[in-house]
């Protein structure tokens, strides 16, 4: 729900009914909703199949309002004031959007909420799925002699999954925890299920990778019939996967706003910051978007055939 409150004089009026109200006389109780936080996660599974692969996330990042969120939100103390004289009347000397105010701290004196960023994850998606057969290494053995000839091969070979974000940022935002990543790449072969894990800042080109080796290296016997040649090779599906994720921004809490000289008979006012941003022709919300792109190795074999 939204309240927005005008506190002066030690009184309160509410302009907008809150959900729960305790009314004791001259004191009134605002029962405000628990605020929970969690960092931000993205968590995908890389297959070559659509219907396995799969990007989610969860978690939230919340802070009362720093400088460079200002900034992005195009919130100068000027075009605060702007805001506050269109949607109020009258533009005033001083306007806070945090602690500390002087006075006595009217945010702590009034308990003002103060205002804060929400960033979040609202959708993400696996835009696509692309696969190749490959050869990632092979050997070759040639019988010239008359008889049978048994060799032994040692074939491995060291492959990397990647994992690389970009982004495209509506602006730059303080972060108080990095964004926490983790990708499992589904049906390896040879060892089953990888995985890399990792965090980043927000809005940080990133590029990930882990090798693993892929193989035998303890040796393999393969029988060669006269006057043929037998190719020992390692095959794999090459594959790549797609993925974007959209981030909203969005404003909570209250400007308080000083008038030297008094308006509507008061110093003191509090205003709400949603209420603001569209008398100044500002965004409730800015949107972002980070793209995620992850190249992987999957089906890996150890083949054996004349050639």
């Known amino acids: ?23 004791k006389m001259n004191y009134v109780l605002l029962l405000l909703p628990i605020l ?46 702007t805001a506050v004289e269109k949607y109020f009347g009258e533009k005033p000397t001083d306007v806070y959007l945090k602690s500390k105010t002087p006075w006595g701290d009217l945010y702590e004196k009034y308990n003002w909420p103060q205002v804060s960023i929400i960033l ?15 050869i990632i290494n092979s050997q ?7 008889e049978d000839a048994t060799f032994t091969a040692t074939i491995f070979q060291t492959i990397e999954d990647t994992v690389e974000n970009s982004w495209s940022t509506g602006g730059e935002f303080t972060l108080g925890q990095d964004i926490s990543y983790s990708c499992e790449f589904a049906g390896v ?14 809005g940080q080109e990133t590029s990930k990778s882990k090798s693993i080796t892929v193989g035998s290296s303890t040796g393999v016997e393969v029988t060669v019939k006269p006057g043929k ?32 000289n008094t308006f509507k008979g008061h110093h003191f006012w509090s205003l709400n910051i949603n209420n603001l941003l569209p008398a100044a022709g500002l965004p409730k919300e800015i949107a ?16 054996v055939k004349s050639v």
């Open 140 to 146: 070759e053995f040639s019988n010239n002699s008359t």
């Open 229 to 260: 040649v037998t190719q020992v090779s390692i095959t794999a599906t090459r594959g790549t996967m797609d993925a974007q994720v959209d981030y909203k921004a969005k404003l909570e809490g209250s400007v308080v706003c000083n008038y030297e």
């Open 36 to 81: 929970t936080q969690a960092r931000i996660s993205i968590k995908m599974v890389a297959s070559t199949e659509e219907n396995v692969a799969k990007i989610e996330y969860d978690g939230r990042e919340e802070h009362v309002i720093t400088d460079n969120d200002r900034e992005t939100f195009r919130l100068s103390d000027d075009m605060v004031k």
């Open 120 to 134: 979040s994850p609202i959708r993400a998606k696996v835009l696509g799925v692309q696969s190749e057969p490959v």
């Open 189 to 202: 072969g040879v060892s089953g299920t990888t995985s890399i894990s990792y965090t980043a800042s927000w």
């Open 1 to 23: 729900w939204e309240t927005e409150t005008h506190f002066y004089c030690g009184y309160t009026i509410f302009n907008r009914p809150a959900k729960y109200r305790i009314v």
């Open 288 to 303: 972002s978007r980070e793209t995620i792109k992850v190249g992987f190795y999957s089906n890996v074999n150890a083949n």
